[in-house]
């Protein structure tokens, strides 16, 4: 996978031409049929532009990742004084076992949720 097929995937995924990504963008069908092509790249802010549209990480774009995910819902916080960011830096820094550990307790309380009755 390379920066113009990953484009052209998500270009796809919401049905989108190339003409019509382009107006999105502010740039020539030609100029998104280059990138596609990987022909030429854009610039910065033209990549900022894309991430934004298409809800993914300039890594995810980039080939540099497979985590779609648009970096800042890392950033939301998911209880009081702690974001998924700080959690996932949380567990990084933790040993091999203690990591091993915390993905132990996430499957328990996954299990618990589904035994749990719904209100």
């Not at 990987?38 to 497979?66: E, G, Q």
């Not at 959690?87 to 307790?105: A, F, G, H, K, T």
Request: with cysteine; aromatic share 10%; hydrophobic share 35%.
């Amino acid at each position: 996978t390379n920066f113009g097929s990953r484009m052209r995937e998500l270009r796809d995924e919401k049905g989108l031409y190339q003409k019509e990504l382009a107006a999105v963008l502010k740039v020539s069908t030609g100029t998104v049929c280059n990138y596609e092509k990987n022909t030429h790249f854009p610039d910065a802010d033209t990549l900022v532009r894309l991430a934004d549209f298409f809800d993914v990480s300039i890594d995810y774009l980039m080939c540099r990742t497979d985590l779609r995910s648009n970096l800042n819902k890392f950033n939301k916080e998911i209880c009081p004084g702690y974001s998924v960011a700080k959690l996932v830096n949380m567990i990084v820094s933790l040993e091999p076992q203690q990591q091993d550990e915390v993905r132990q307790y996430t499957e328990y309380v996954k299990i618990m949720k589904k035994k749990s009755p719904r209100t």
